[in-house]
């Protein structure tokens, strides 16, 4: 697993940055046994991960499935548009997962109160 990485909810288009393990470990909201089957973590290579309760917390069990730097494009592109209602968002892009983090980072810091 290598940070930060997205928490991508099934059926929404809502993205969550995890700057770290250990924000990941002391996040309760992270931490809540709240996830659904669908629900995956990627990470800065692409991995997805499914989130698991287990008697340790919630444990993530990495798929076989990968992301490639479009597919994660696209899914920031629909998370701008959920939050911001923005228009342009088709023009956002990256060159590399890593720079795509990056702009999720900024977007988070963005949004806390």
Same mark, same amino acid.
């Given at each position: ?9 099934? $059926? !929404?288009? *809502? ?7 250990? *924000? ?14 669908? !629900? ?16 340790? $917390?919630? *444990? ?10 479009? !597919? ?38 963005? !949004?806390?109160?």
């Amino acid at each position: 697993m290598r940070w930060p990485a997205l928490l991508s909810y099934v $059926g !929404d288009n *809502e993205l969550v940055f995890i700057a770290n393990q250990s *924000e990941w470990m002391s996040d309760s909201d992270l931490q809540s046994p709240h996830f659904d089957e669908g !629900d995956r973590i990627i990470d800065t290579d692409g991995c997805l991960y499914q989130p698991e309760k287990s008697e340790k $917390g919630i *444990e993530l069990v990495k798929l076989e499935e990968k992301y490639t730097l479009e !597919d994660l494009v696209e899914l920031v592109q629909a998370h701008m548009f959920e939050q911001a209602g923005a228009t342009c968002v088709s023009k956002v892009g990256a060159s590399s997962i890593d720079q795509l983090m990056t702009i999720m980072e900024a977007l988070s810091e963005y !949004d806390k109160p």
